[in-house]
């Protein structure tokens, strides 16, 4: 059974800073990027940021360069959403993904195999 499980979504104001987090657990070996979309009111759901893990590549959306940071713990089989200066524009449900490939960073959600119920991220101005 795989399961991606976020946490740590919230409410800040402009400026302010969150980390996400995605547990995963039974995820085939042939899936090959892992990653956060998201998705705001009315919007269609946009790459954030993905990991190679076979690679080791991490690539993120121009909206969010800069200012988020992908990373992972392999340990824990965990990954991370760093996510500074937020902005107004970056409030939306964002999911944990997980597909074969990243395509360069250009993977869109028809290449997402698995998903994780998404978590609320709000920022006021």
């Known amino acids: 059974l795989v399961q991606l499980v976020e946490s740590g979504g919230g409410s800040v104001q402009t400026g302010g800073s969150l980390r996400l987090s995605c547990a995963a657990s039974g995820l085939p070996y042939s899936n090959k990027c892992i990653g956060w979309f998201r998705q705001a009111p009315g919007k269609e759901r946009e790459g954030v940021a993905a990991?190679?893990?076979?690679?080791?590549?991490?690539y993120h959306a121009d909206s969010v360069k800069g200012r988020f940071t992908i990373s992972r713990e392999n340990a824990k089989n965990t990954m991370y959403l760093q996510m500074n200066s937020l902005k107004p524009e970056d409030t939306a449900m964002y999911y944990c993904?997980?597909?074969?490939?990243?395509?360069?960073?250009?993977?869109?959600?028809?290449?997402?195999?698995?998903w994780g119920q998404g978590t609320q991220v709000t920022v006021s101005s």
């Open positions: 993904a997980a597909g074969q490939w990243c395509y360069g960073g250009t993977w869109r959600p028809t290449d997402v195999s698995y």
């Open positions: 990991i190679d893990t076979g690679r080791g590549s991490t």
